[in-house]
């Protein structure tokens, strides 16, 4: 009976440190590495901002964007 609990922990706990590595791996790949399937930054962005803003803001119905905060793509960001 000792042998089998023992047995069972010693499966577990190396099923732990399995999901542990893997998880420790996948957080240190380098997110600066740009996405290969990705087209160049250039064609997300919109040369006019006031534009942009009019586009986002047609999405949705006038009386939930008309007091919408919108968020414009720029080179570094939001």
């Known amino acids: 009976m000792r ?7 010693a499966i577990k706990s190396f099923a732990l ?7 420790y791996q996948a ?3 380098d997110a600066t590495t740009p996405d290969p399937k990705m087209a ?3 064609q997300y962005l919109m040369k006019d901002q006031g534009a942009e803003i009019a586009l986002a803001r047609s999405a949705a119905p006038e009386s939930v ?13 939001f």
């Open 3 to 9: 042998k089998k609990q023992v047995h069972a922990i």
């Open 65 to 77: 964007s008309r007091d919408a905060e919108v968020l414009v793509l720029g080179r570094h960001g």
């Open 40 to 42: 160049p930054i250039d």
């Open 17 to 23: 440190l399995v999901v542990l590595g893997t998880a």
């Open 27 to 29: 957080r240190s790949q």
